[in-house]
């Protein structure tokens, strides 16, 4: 059944703000310069990216301010500083928020600040070892989460859909793009993609929950000088299936970082080595049923990416996008395939 039209626009709306970064803070704006110089007089602020919040290194001071976007909300804000506090005081390498002037959250400008400590970390290179230490440290942090007694405020949207959600988006879409008729073919095999998932959806509720990070790669963990891994951007953190965050990290394992992964290319007989190593970090054993959800949620995640079309500033140029277009042939592979990818 097709939700009230005043539930797809508030979705909507939510899902254009997330995708529109117009109002990122940039590091000359007059009041982070203001913050800055409050916080750290004379320090050199170098933007290290991102784009839900400005990131500035402060040197010497040895510390990031983050300025985030006016959509993200004290309440999530705050929640995601205990569920680092947490995580930090059982050992792991996260930057847990330091306080100024007696607050951890402070305003800046219309908008929420926050400080941590700089953590010097390396990005290793996309090869099969780095992907298993990454699913490893994957592993050990949903240990750490499991362990969390506190509630977190869902995220503005999330990284995937199931496939009734997806169908829901997807009349705005086409909608979008029905002057370019190579948007519409391309909206016509998600549509078609779609359908198989729907075919191949093991429901929610029926799949081990807790709190995942929402967001593993190999840029969000890096390694410590010490070689032990460090945990950035925790904007995705939410009680989801656990299936959920394998899933989406073995999707940009098989698109790789240039965007130009084929799935028919990737080497799927080590696919079981790196659901090992995730097994060894956490010290669960994925279920059966898990193991038979891995290839739906992973084709899940270029099905969102495509199926939003239709909400975000240019709905053509985001269907056409050579690296999503291969993303979405990933998935599509993967529903075809369902054996490789358990």
């Keep these: 059944m097709t939700p009230p039209a005043s539930d797809l626009a508030r979705l909507g709306g939510q899902i254009a703000r997330r995708h529109d970064s117009r109002d990122r803070p940039h590091v000359d704006d007059p009041e982070v310069r203001r913050l800055i110089a409050a916080i750290a007089p004379g320090a050199e602020a170098t933007d290290l990216g991102g784009t839900m919040s400005l990131n ?47 607050r951890t959250l402070f305003p800046c400008g219309g908008r929420w600040a926050e400080m941590e400590p700089y953590l010097p970390s390396t990005r290793p290179d996309p090869t099969g070892e780095a992907y298993g230490e990454m699913l490893r440290a994957a592993g050990s942090l949903h240990r750490a989460l499991a362990t969390y007694p506190g509630k977190v405020p869902r995220p503005l949207v999330a990284t995937y859909g199931p496939p009734t959600t997806l169908l829901r988006w997807l009349p705005a879409a086409e909608t979008a793009a029905a002057e370019d008729a190579a948007a519409r073919e391309i909206l016509s095999q998600v549509r078609g993609a779609i359908g198989l998932l729907r075919r191949r959806w093991v429901p929610e509720t029926a799949l081990p929950r807790g709190l995942i990070h929402g967001d593993i790669r190999l840029a969000n963990v890096p390694r410590a000088p010490s070689g032990e891994p460090v945990y950035f951007d925790f904007g995705f953190l939410a009680h989801r299936p656990r299936i959920h965050e394998l899933a989406y990290a073995l999707a940009w394992i098989v698109l790789r970082p240039d965007g130009r992964g084929r799935a028919e290319e990737f080497a799927w007989e080590n696919f079981p080595d790196l659901l090992r190593a995730y097994e060894e970090g956490s010290d669960v054993r994925l279920t059966d049923l898990e193991r038979r959800a891995l290839g739906p949620y992973l084709a899940a995640v270029p099905l969102f990416l495509m199926a939003l079309a239709g909400y975000v500033p240019d709905p053509v140029g985001h269907l056409r996008s050579e690296a999503r277009l291969a993303f979405l042939r990933i998935g599509e592979w993967v529903l075809r395939h369902p054996e490789a990818a358990r």
Excluded: E, I, K, T
Excluded at 56 to 81: E, F, I, Y
């Design 56 to 102: 500035l290194w402060l040197r010497p001071a040895g510390m990031v301010l983050r300025v985030h976007r006016p959509l993200l909300s004290a309440d999530r804000l705050g929640a995601l500083q205990r569920v680092r506090d947490h995580l930090a005081a059982r050992g792991l390498n996260v930057g847990a928020p330091v306080a100024w002037r007696g």
